[in-house]
């Protein structure tokens, strides 16, 4: 499976050992050198070699959303996007998305609606919901929910996840 | 203005006043009588930090700006804006001029972190005492410096006024900017939640309160949103490297032999082993990862510790008492009444183990240098963990420093504190600041779990149909397998895996209601935990500890007699409830469902959808509050829907409507999620629950249509906790709803699809 480590499969050097190659990352609109082992999720690669930590560890299984980053635009779970997977693609993060200075409506919303308790799992709601508002205008409640489905809240904060979901769907018209 | 670790420095001036003034040992404190006799209360040299110290809650910077220095911490309810919006209002400064730190063990006092939703209820408490008494020192000090008595001054946003001539002012900056508080404060000698300190100065009467009571929003969110925040995960110290900890397959194993060759080929990879400890390290993430799935080990033979799951309940009911405790009084003579009844009515109900599972794993940073360890921790309580850690490394506590860092979620004692010691062991072990954060099934598999129990409820009814005996026992696994903090090793998964032994504490709970019944007994009883050592279900606090298991089954019980006795559900709690607080929420959420009396359950609906409504309602410590759930049932699938919650909520004096409005909502969510999907579930090797498909948690897709608040405000009572009332009716709310509409009642939480189908057919 994806994403679980299987080091005994993993190419090795002359002397034995895992053996890392290097990739060229588009992140945030700047390039990046990355020396890892090919197997590495892109995660890892964005927390601790380029210090974005907006991206979160929450499962390591493409199950609750908290790693997730627009590859290409798509909503992407970087815990099991292994580094020779991401090519050429861009990626963006919950920090390429919008800045204080230029916020992303749904960012804006956030703000406004409090959303979070804990933050831990606003990567995945906030990059999922912004690929899904740029591509569905004026979207119905039962269509935002379906697109969210899946994500993981533990704190409960589901009802002004969905009233900040619907205001920035207001704000991108 | 920085703030130094328990500095025993004093100033000069202090010292010297101390001798003058008898006291015989160097670095007792000044007492606020001594330093009010011919100086100012200020000291350029910051006191030890002390309970009983002003300066160790808050000092005036030299822009004025008011620092505040917290021990609990902010999961994200917004305590830290209530905390400065009472500070604020006691001083008599604007808002924004109050910043606040919190859970630093190097520049706060232990006020018992978060625990028991006492973050207002008795951190506030303190630090409003300490905030009216800084205003009153400042007053004085500036009564002695403008020559005018201090009942003739007034403070507006810092500065102190002279009533009669405006000409006559100074600032607090003025005063004290920059310098500490040397002020004694009168401390009852405990430390934790019931740590209080009180100076002399009397609190603001509520009713001239401008900034308590405001909505002010938290600002903590925009920097989260940004990406700008760093959490317990995102922290760095130079030369850090990787831990991951290695658990056992069946619970109670001990590794016997480890191939440390089977990871050879993972650069800088190394084994951390320790009688049952076991961990790696490794330079980088992944490789602490891939090292810690491919460590090759063998592990003991141990007999299968658990029973099978689906004899959890039997297990319980059968296990012998290990503690039996009565409630308070018991009024009258319960088990005459019951000889004496014309009819009994009984249930019992049954409630699983359930998980923190909090959105990520714990994570803990611990650097050790000099002689020194710094820890960084989502923990709730900082202080308990810097005890803890001392501890596993045998260090005095003087030398260990933890810093509470926002966290991957928290609602009780989750995994953060065995995490914390945990890297500890390792940090010590390889000799370099260790980065650990446990793994997805590790957050779930191993946290410390809230307790199974089943609950048994009967009631005496006379020859009238009125209720004239009520008893009520909860049996259950204890609440306190391991403490509520991680400050001990015998607390934490590091110290029992280095060989100390499970002190598995007592302690359970009953209703937190006001029934008035002629004769009423609530009581309970614990049992041994499955496994005495490292086990995957040891039970700890998890946010509303028992409050939600025992309150499925009392508001449960109790719609079961109003329904019995063709009785309206409300109106029936009417007739006993006791409290004139605790009607009033019950009335207020009435009011705002529309809630139309009938007898439940409706009778009126046929086809595959049926919907219903019922209440619980339930206090806890001072608040009260009601939840009524208006739901769906999908006959043919057993799913429900909790389509609607109507909450009343009464906690006091409300310091800020707006983080209220949000923590009460979330709570009654995440009360959804336990009552609807919740269940650890185990086979009789370990816990089988170990990811987000084999622990489900209410999907958004579920979410509500609607949650209406009604926040009932009494300015004129002290304010009591509200981080997690809330979620206690909830469940019993959703299940006397599903009665309402199927007529069937369903007594084993959670009301998952498998089990209402199960209940329907």
């Known amino acids: ?173 | 203005m920085t703030r130094h670790e328990k500095s025993a420095t004093f100033s000069r001036r202090a010292v010297l006043k101390s001798a003058g003034a008898l006291v015989v040992s160097i670095g007792a404190p000044v007492t606020f009588d001594a330093a009010l006799a011919d100086e100012p209360m200020a000291a350029a040299t910051q006191p030890p930090l002390l309970p009983d110290q002003l300066s160790s809650y808050l000092a005036v910077n030299a822009d004025g700006t008011i620092s505040t220095y917290f021990g609990k911490m902010d999961m994200g309810q917004g305590l830290s804006v209530a905390i400065r919006q009472m500070v604020a209002e006691e001083l008599d400064v604007p808002f924004n001029k109050v910043a606040i730190s919190i859970g630093d063990t190097a520049t706060s006092v232990n006020q018992g972190g978060a625990s028991g939703s006492t973050g207002i209820q008795e951190g506030g408490k303190q630090m409003r005492m300490a905030a009216a008494e800084a205003r009153r020192v400042l007053v004085q000090m500036a009564a002695d410096k403008l020559g005018v008595a201090a009942d003739q001054l007034t403070v507006n946003d810092g500065v102190v006024h002279a009533a009669g001539d405006a000409a006559k002012k100074v600032s607090y900056a003025d005063l004290i900017g920059g310098q500490y508080f040397n002020v004694h404060l009168d401390w009852n000698g405990k430390y934790g939640n019931p740590l209080y300190a009180p100076g002399k100065a009397q609190p603001k009467n509520p009713k001239d309160h401008k900034v308590v009571g405001q909505a002010i929003k938290r600002d903590d969110i925009a920097p989260k949103v940004f990406a700008q925040t760093n959490f317990t995960t995102d922290v760095k110290v130079p030369g850090m490297v990787h831990g991951r900890m290695i658990r056992p397959p069946v619970a109670g194993a001990v590794p016997v032999k480890v191939d440390e060759s089977s990871i050879k080929t993972i650069p800088s990879a190394k084994v951390v082993w320790d009688k049952a400890f076991l961990g790696v390290v490794a330079d980088r993430e992944w490789d602490a990862i891939n090292a810690a799935h491919s460590l090759k080990v063998e592990w003991s033979q141990v007999a299968p510790p658990f029973p099978d799951q689906a004899t959890l309940y039997d297990h319980i009911r059968n296990a012998p008492a290990r503690k039996r405790e009565v409630a308070g009084k018991e009024a009258g003579n319960v088990d005459d009444a019951f000889k004496n009844a014309a009819r009994v009515i009984e249930a019992e109900y049954e409630w699983p183990f359930q998980s923190h599972s909090c959105m990520g794993p714990a994570c803990a940073l611990v650097e050790i240098k000099d002689g020194h360890v710094t820890c960084w921790s989502g923990t709730q309580k900082a202080h308990f963990v810097r005890a803890g850690v001392a501890a596993i490394l045998q260090v005095p506590e003087e030398t260990v420093r933890t810093i509470w860092t926002t966290g991957p979620g928290s609602y009780g004692r989750n995994d953060a504190d065995d995490c914390a010691a945990d890297a500890a062991v390792l940090a010590k072990a390889v000799g370099k600041p260790v980065r650990l954060q446990y793994m997805r099934d590790q957050g779930t598999g191993w946290d410390p779990k809230a307790p199974a129990s089943i609950h048994r409820a009967r009631v005496a009814v006379d020859a009238s149909g009125n209720v004239v005996a009520y008893d009520f026992l909860s049996k259950g696994f204890s609440r306190v397998d391991v403490n509520t903090n991680g400050s001990q090793p015998h607390d934490t998964l590091a110290g029992q895996t280095l060989g100390v032994a499970l002190k598995s504490g007592d302690g359970f709970g009953v209703p937190g209601e006001s029934y008035a019944f002629d004769n009423k007994r609530t009581a309970w009883e614990t049992i041994a935990p499955l496994l005495d050592r490292t086990s995957p279900l040891r039970t700890s606090h998890m946010r509303d500890p028992v409050g939600p298991q025992i309150t499925f089954a009392s508001e449960s019980f109790i719609d079961e007699v109003a329904a019995a006795l063709k009785v309206d559900p409300i109106e029936f709690r009417l007739r006993h409830v006791k409290e004139a607080r605790d009607i009033a929420v019950i009335k207020a959420a009435a009011e705002k469902a529309g809630w139309q009396p009938r007898q439940s359950p409706r009778k009126d609906q046929t086809g595959d959808k049926v919907s219903g409504r019922g209440i619980g309602y339930a206090s806890r410590n001072g608040t009260r509050v009601a939840v009524i759930a208006e739901v769906e049932v999908d006959r043919r699938s057993g799913k429900i829907w909790a389509r609607k919650f109507t909450v009343a909520h009464d906690c006091g004096q409300i310091i800020n409507p707006d983080g209220l409005h949000h923590t009460v909502e979330n709570n009654v969510v995440q009360g959804a999620s336990r009552a609807l999907w919740e269940e650890v579930k185990f086979d009789n090797k370990n816990v089988t629950s170990v990811d987000w498909r084999t622990y489900p948690i209410l999907d958004v897709a579920e979410a509500p249509e609607q949650v209406d608040i009604v926040l009932i405000n009494h300015p004129e009572i002290a304010p009591s906790g509200a981080g997690e009332a809330a979620t206690r009716p909830v469940a019993a709310a959703i299940a006397n709803a599903v009665f309402d509409a199927t007529g069937v009642r369903i007594r084993r939480a959670p009301l998952s699809p498998d089990r209402v189908k199960a209940a329907l057919s």
């Open chain 1, 1 to 173: 499976m994806r994403g679980v480590p299987n080091c005994t499969a993993a190419a090795l050097t002359e002397d034995g050992l895992v053996m890392n190659k290097k990739f060229s990352l588009n992140v945030n609109g700047q390039v990046h050198s990355v020396e890892a082992d090919e197997d590495t999720p892109l995660l890892y690669a964005l927390r601790d070699d380029l210090g974005l930590n907006n991206p979160h560890f929450g499962c390591g299984l493409a199950q609750c959303g908290a790693c997730t980053v627009h590859l290409d635009g798509k909503p992407t779970r970087s815990c099991v996007t292994p580094l020779s997977e991401v090519g050429n693609r861009s990626v963006v993060t919950l920090a390429g998305l919008g800045t204080p200075e230029h916020p992303h409506p749904l960012q804006t919303a956030y703000v406004e609606e409090e959303v979070p308790q804990c933050a831990y799992c606003i990567n995945g709601w906030i990059m999922t919901a912004a690929a899904f508002l740029r591509d569905h205008k004026k979207p119905t409640d039962e269509e935002i929910r379906t697109a969210l489905t899946g994500l993981k809240c533990r704190c409960g904060t589901h009802m002004a996840i969905l009233r900040a979901v619907k205001r920035a769907a207001a704000m991108m018209g």
